[in-house]
């Protein structure tokens, strides 16, 4: 029943190593998103997909890669972690993302980078 | 870039009392607003939305109000429960994003 998915929910690695987010939305939507919140709340867009389609790509390092096999997924690889990577990430979708309509967020990955 | 910000970033109020949450923004082209609320371990949730044209909106116990001509916004909740212990975000529209608030606390006293 659970609208946007995302796995897992913690994630502990060393610096380095790469790793992968994995987002599900069961809602129809077009539009999905990545967000970073750091440790001071602070939310902050990272990337925007819809239909399979990047439209927002902030200024992210090139080691975070997203990826949409289809419009009801969408990915983040992230290589060579380093310690400013540990952060909560949120996946989320919007219908038709146009910036008139609600977000719907999924429970956030915590990232812990040692 | 343009920046949504908050004047309060802990607000304490007693059970039973309103609470208000204010949000200043910068960016004079967005036009819809909207509130979210982020319990602990949770993703944020929306809570009420408002369009430019607009400058009052109600829902249950929560009411936003919207000032253009300062670029303010504010969440106002009625008779605050337990419940509404969370981190608040104002987020407005920026093309075809989203720009977030810092946040704002609320604590719930017995």
């Known amino acids: 029943d659970t609208a946007v998915s995302q796995t897992p929910k913690y994630l502990v690695t060393q610096m380095g190593n790469d790793k992968s987010i994995k987002c599900e939305q069961n809602?129809?939507?077009?539009?999905m998103y990545w967000y970073k919140q750091d440790s001071k709340k602070f939310l902050k867009i990272m990337f925007s997909?819809?239909?399979?389609?990047?439209?927002i790509n902030e200024t992210v390092p090139n080691r975070f890669s997203p990826k949409s096999p289809d419009k009801a997924h969408l990915n983040l690889h992230i290589n060579s972690l380093e310690l400013g990577d540990s952060a909560v990430y949120f996946c989320?979708?919007?219908?038709?993302?146009?910036?008139?309509?609600?977000?719907?967020f999924g429970s956030g990955t915590q990232l812990s980078v040692l | 870039g343009e920046s949504v910000g908050l004047h309060l970033p802990t607000l304490s109020v007693q059970e039973g009392d309103n609470s208000i949450i204010n949000c200043a923004y910068s960016?004079?082209?967005?036009?819809?607003f909207i509130w979210y609320k982020q319990e602990s371990g949770k993703g944020p949730q929306f809570i009420i939305d408002?369009?430019?044209?607009?400058d009052k909106r109600q829902g249950q116990r929560v009411t936003v109000l919207l000032n253009k001509t300062v670029k303010h916004l504010s969440l106002q909740i009625a008779a605050t429960q337990p419940g509404d212990s969370a981190v608040y975000f104002c987020?407005?529209?920026?093309?075809?994003?989203?720009?977030f608030g810092p946040g704002t606390r609320l604590s719930v006293l017995p």
């Open positions: 408002i369009r430019s044209n607009m």
């Open positions: 987020a407005e529209n920026y093309g075809q994003n989203f720009v």
């Open positions: 989320a979708s919007s219908y038709p993302g146009t910036g008139y309509e609600k977000l719907f």
């Open positions: 997909y819809n239909n399979k389609e990047l439209i």
């Open positions: 809602l129809g939507h077009d539009t």
């Open positions: 960016n004079s082209a967005s036009d819809y």
